[in-house]
């Protein structure tokens, strides 16, 4: 059977028969080593537990960061797309051919339906026949006769 001595130096055997007293250094303090080895294993418990807390605080505080960046993300990625819009619709406005030009006032169409709209919209008391001239009224004539 092996045995290992105090001082964790090289095994020996002893026999069925052969016992003897354990080894002991008398300039060592066995009770302060035993201290000193419980203070130690109580540190390094300690340092595992704060390292495991410092380890849980990390992992939220990267949690919340990449949070926040995905919203900055979002963001940023909503104001480019707002900004290409309006420049698609600026550069797409000023690029159209606007042949149909409105005889009252200033604006120019693409399409005849609406310039016809512009004017049922904007000039529709300029259309009455009381501002028309009389040569392009046109007159309702009823007969006498039906009267």
């Known amino acids: 059977m092996f045995i290992e ?9 002893i026999g069925e028969n052969d016992i003897t007293k354990p080894e002991f250094d008398s300039k060592i303090n066995y009770k302060l080593e035993v201290r000193k080895s419980h203070l130690l294993k109580q540190f390094l418990r300690y ?6 807390k410092s380890i ?8 919340v960061n990449i ?6 993300y979002i963001y940023i990625f909503v104001v480019i797309q707002f900004y290409q ?3 698609k619709r ?3 406005k000023n690029s159209i051919a606007k042949p149909f030009k409105c005889t ?21 008391e300029e259309h009455t026949p009381l501002t028309q001239p009389l040569d392009q009224q046109k007159l309702l004539v ?6």
């Open 67 to 72: 949070l926040l960046f995905a919203h900055y």
């Open 90 to 92: 600026i550069s797409r």
């Open 47 to 52: 340092q595992v537990e704060n390292t495991q």
């Open 5 to 13: 001595s105090i001082d964790h130096s090289t095994p020996r055997t």
């Open 142 to 147: 009823v007969p006498i006769s039906q009267i």
């Open 104 to 124: 009252n006032c200033t604006h120019t169409y693409s399409s005849k339906p609406a310039l016809k709209q512009h004017l049922r919209l904007k000039h529709f």
């Open 56 to 63: 849980m605080r990390q992992q939220q505080n990267i949690h």
């Open 85 to 87: 819009v309006i420049n």
